[in-house]
């Protein structure tokens, strides 16, 4: 099993410091390596390395939320206007679900997230994988999604590390197509999925931030999932 190593307001040393911030409905997520590296942003994912301490910094924007990753530890609210931490650490490598445990509007429920615990080594390749640039590819189908991307406006919400794209408002989305699930632990994550995401998000998860392009033709809308599905 794994094991939780308690809660504490003590940073460990060398720790790596994981910052969770809670938003309607989804995990914002900054990674802060040890000895000042630059911070890796992600979301609805907490990745570690097995056999290390990690210091969890949890906030929110908006209301009262709740992180609670039953397989590690118990819940600790995420209250507006303070950091609560948490210092965990994962026994062995696995895959566990965590979900937002205060009722926190209407989508509480889809407010899910995944930690996925490596061992060190696979923990500083995927660190390193996350701290790049989007990837370029040169094929058509690729440039035609990133076009329609720009077109749409979808950079004023969301940011694409290595583009113009540097909205705040959405999740970040330098390294979409390598994460687990979409919308929080809504649907996994899948090209079919992914188009039906960006076409109707607003029945898929109501009142969420994110609008739905339903408007977007058929060869348009599988481009766009095709541009960022391949962004890993």
Not at 141 to 154: E, K, L
Not at 174 to 187: D, K, N
């Amino acid at each position: 099993m794994m094991l939780a190593r308690g809660l504490s307001k003590t940073k460990p040393e060398n720790a790596l410091r994981i910052e969770v911030v809670g938003e309607q409905w989804w995990w914002r997520v900054h990674y802060r390596p040890a000895e000042g590296a630059a911070a890796v942003i992600s979301a609805n994912e907490l990745h570690m390395p097995v056999g290390t301490p990690v210091e969890i910094a949890l906030t929110t924007n908006d209301v009262i939320h709740s992180f609670w990753a039953p397989s590690l530890g118990g819940k600790l609210d995420m209250i507006p206007g303070r950091e609560n931490r948490l210092v965990l650490q994962a026994d062995r490598p696995g895959t566990y679900r965590g979900q937002c445990a205060e009722y926190c509007g209407g989508q509480h429920a889809r407010m899910a997230f995944v930690v996925v615990a490596h061992e060190p080594g696979e923990f500083e390749r995927w660190l390193a994988q996350e701290s790049a640039t989007a990837p370029e590819r040169g094929d058509a189908v690729h440039a035609r999604g990133r076009d329609i991307f720009q077109n749409y406006g979808c950079g004023a919400c969301h940011t694409i590390r290595g583009t113009d794209a540097a909205g705040v408002i959405g999740p970040d989305l330098t390294h979409l197509g390598s994460r687990l699930t979409l919308g929080a632990g809504t649907l996994p994550n899948n090209a079919q999925n992914l188009a039906k995401w960006i076409a109707a998000s607003q029945e898929i998860k109501p009142g969420t931030l994110m609008p739905s392009f339903a408007m977007l033709p058929p060869e348009e809308l599988d481009a766009l999932a095709a541009y960022l599905g391949s962004l890993k």
